[in-house]
């Protein structure tokens, strides 16, 4: 997968995580920053079962006013029963029903089988809730080591945040808002691995289930400048997205260890589902006039606007099958040993996206003073009907897709040690994948391609704790489906049109790495390194202006290039015990200190865009910075950790002269955590998140002639977190 997130798997499960920053040929061809590989516990240590319980403090959110939709009676494991989706006889196109008396009643009647509540209720948030269950066992079956290792782990957790949002056209305000946002979490999680190790051989079967909800509710006020309104809007939104990757592979290793086969059947499938989101916008009449002047009215348009009354269900559903295999074999010329490396990968990705854009809009003999009466009385069922209010649609036919991709690669790597001190590992993968994309009434979207990844590393041993590595390998950056989908969608956050680019390209890449790196103990490194990178047709997230707003989408630059140093060190101060001065209260500390330099830069043909202006790539960062102090001590059974994190101004969204970047400043983030083993069973575990607490900001830079002016598009805080969790291990 491109993304990943850490927290589907309890950090208690993971074995180890190798990570890779130069491409080889063993590694798949889309990759761009680098790649990651995560190992989950398959023997474990000893027979255990653990229950561990948490609870967290967030400031500003828990224990206050919390808004949120009733739900269905299974929110809280992450999941709705059915009682927000379109009932199974709902007609699967407004569109077709008449003006006919009949289906006029018809459409009614449909609509009354939905959900017609439009508010959300205020309780107080609790402080979050975290539950896990974990289990081990090792046994033998006859000359056969079996394992089993299982987790359950559950959360709920509450946040409100104060989003403060800012509009602009040509550098003039078009509207200020103040998001309140009320999201609740659940996550439900299911890790279930069995091993079995016979001789030099092991199978493993591991199972990871995700499922997860969120309810949000945002409550927006503000002032829209271009005509003057005072606005009360509102979005209430639920999504469940369920996850199951499941493997059945195999390692094999020969007698004297000379070669090794590894292999991996894949099956895992994915569900997102947004059922009924809703959204209202009222606006405040002004007029001294009015007999309703000072009240808010809700606004019921003419034709559907997601915006105004709408209600969006959104479904989509992906599988993914996938077969590799590979092969190593070590070549024994008395001191020369070459060592041989082949295998092949195959995957199938199937997707289909069904959407149903609704809404509300005013009947025949509609009146304008209806729109003053309570919300729930606008919505009622007596209110539902062709001369009031009633349900329309405009979703297309082409907004539904289905999406397939086809991979099958192969490779080859040699490694071959030229001298004693230098190695050379060189090799070949090819790649042909097929990406499609076919929605009704659009021409179908195909990408054929063929490519071949050469890479090669070469190192040299300066001496037993030292050692120069010099690497070049040619990779890909394949779009997303949603990135070359035709859907269109109005983001209510950020009040921008979101569509895919069909013409979206594959980004090619050349990655160049030159690293020294020094390892005086087992637990120490120091690593400086330098790179290059070249991307051609890089895949960018963009602004553009359309009329008084704007559209995100997709966009292929011409080429790109990213260069930078960066420099890796981890310090153990063990060795301060044999001080005899101040220092030695140090020897328990362990300092971890990551930090990158980075300039990119993305070229325009000025001959096509003679007014746009050489950059910094979208969503590359000028400096990154990671460090950390541990703290270990045996004798207390603690430890306790300190780390911090900043990243350099990026843009988040890439413009054009006539629509600034839109930048993300930097935002330093400071953490600490403690455990605390207590006798033979319990642990404690607690920490602050955020300590700092600093704004996050996106910021765009005006950039017309005569003005260079700053101005802020979105700031929120997100709050110090607080945690404390116990664990009973038996």
């Known amino acids: 997968v491109k993304a990943f997130s850490f927290d589907v798997i309890p950090s208690s499960m993971l074995d180890n995580l190798l990570i890779f920053k130069t491409p080889s040929a063993e590694l798949p061809g889309d990759f761009a920053g680098g790649a990651i590989q995560v190992f989950t516990k398959n023997f474990p240590d000893k027979d255990f079962i653990n229950i561990s319980y948490s609870t967290a403090f967030r400031e500003k959110s828990t224990f206050g006013n919390f808004y949120k939709t009733n739900g269905s009676k299974t929110d809280f494991l992450g999941f709705d029963n059915g009682i927000r989706k379109l009932p199974n006889d709902f007609p699967t196109r407004l569109q077709s029903i008449s003006n006919s008396d009949y289906d006029q009643q018809k459409l009614k009647d449909f609509t009354k089988g939905l959900n017609n509540d439009w508010t959300a209720d205020k309780t107080i948030a609790i402080p979050d809730q975290r539950l896990s269950l974990e289990l081990a066992k090792k046994f033998k079956i006859g000359k056969i080591t079996a394992a089993n290792i299982s987790s359950l782990n559950y959360s709920n957790t509450f946040s409100h945040n104060i989003v403060e949002r800012y509009g602009f056209e040509n550098g003039d305000s078009s509207y200020t808002y103040i ?152 070549i024994l010329f008395n001191n020369f040993e070459p060592e041989i490396k082949a295998g092949f990968y195959s995957e199938f990705k199937s997707r289909s996206f069904t959407p149903r854009i609704l ?53 080859l790597s040699l490694k071959i040690p030229i001298i004693k001190k230098i190695n050379v590992i060189t090799g070949l993968r090819i790649e042909k994948n097929l990406q499609t994309l076919t929605s009704k009434d659009v021409e179908p979207i195909k990408i054929d391609t063929v490519n071949l990844f050469p890479s090669v590393n070469i190192s040299y041993n300066i001496s037993k704790k030292s050692l120069l590595r010099l690497a070049y390998g040619k990779t890909i950056n394949r779009p997303e489906f949603r990135e070359i989908a035709p859907f269109v969608f109005y983001d209510f956050e950020s009040r921008a049109v979101v569509y895919g680019n069909p013409k979206l390209k594959n980004a090619i890449i050349h990655n160049y790495d030159l690293r020294f790196e020094f390892y005086p103990s087992p637990s120490e490194v120091i690593n400086i390194g330098g790179f290059y990178k070249k991307f051609i047709n890089p895949i960018e997230s963009i602004m553009i202006q359309a009329g008084s707003g704007i559209n995100y989408s ?177």
Do not use: C
């Not at 999201?183 to 999680?189: C, R």
């Not at 919300?375 to 329309?392: A, C, G, R, Y």
């Open 179 to 330: 998001d309140e946002q009320y999201v609740n979490s659940v996550k439900v999680g299911v890790l279930h691995n069995w091993a079995f190790n016979f001789g030099n051989n092991k199978i493993l079967f591991r199972n990871l289930f995700n499922q997860s909800g969120q309810n949000k509710s945002i409550l927006r006020t503000g002032e829209e400048y271009s005509n003057g309104d005072i606005i009360q809007a509102y979005e209430f939104k639920n999504t469940n997205r369920t996850t199951y990757s499941g493997q059945l592979a195999g390692e094999h290793i020969s007698q004297n260890e000379t070669s090794k086969l590894n292999w991996t059947l894949g099956y895992a499938l994915a569900g997102r589902n947004e059922p009924d989101t809703k959204r209202l916008t009222l606006t405040l009449e002004q007029s001294n006039e009015s007999p309703n002047y000072g009240k808010f009215h809700v606004l019921i348009p003419s034709g559907v606007d997601p915006k105004y009354a709408g209600r969006i269900f959104l479904l989509t559903k992906e599988k993914i099958m996938m077969i590799s295999s590979n092969y190593s074999k070590k």
């Open 359 to 411: 809404g509300f809009v005013a009947g025949k003999n509609y009146s304008w003073s209806q729109e003053f009466n309570p919300i729930d009385s606008i919505f009622s069922d007596n209110s539902i009907n062709s001369d009031k209010i009633k349900l329309s649609e405009i979703t297309n036919p082409s907004d539904a897709y289905s999406s397939e991709n086809k991979l099958m690669a192969g490779y």
């Open 554 to 730: 997709f966009a292929n630059a011409e080429y790109s290039t990213s260069k930078g140093v960066e420099i890796e060190a981890r310090k153990n101060l063990s060795s301060l015990e044999n001080q005899n001065n101040f220092l030695k209260v140090f020897k328990d500390f362990t300092v971890l200190f990551n930090a990158s330099i980075i300039k990119s830069q993305v070229y325009f043909d000025k001959t096509i865009y003679k007014t746009e202006k050489d950059r910094a790539m979208q969503g590359q960062s000028p400096y990154i910075v990671n460090s950390g102090i541990y703290y270990t001590n045996d004798s207390l059974n603690l430890m306790i950790s300190v780390m911090y994190n900043v990243i350099g101004k990026r843009i988040i969204f890439a413009g054009d002269p006539n629509n600034p970047d839109i930048y993300e400043l930097p935002r330093n983030v400071l953490d600490i955590t403690f455990k605390k083993k207590i006798g033979k069973h319990i642990q404690l575990k607690g920490g602050i998140q955020d300590i700092l607490n600093q704004k996050v900001v996106y910021n765009q830079i005006e950039t017309a002639e005569n003005s260079n002016t700053t101005h802020n598009t979105m700031t929120f805080r997100p709050g110090r977190y607080y945690s404390l969790g116990i664990t009973y291990e038996f």
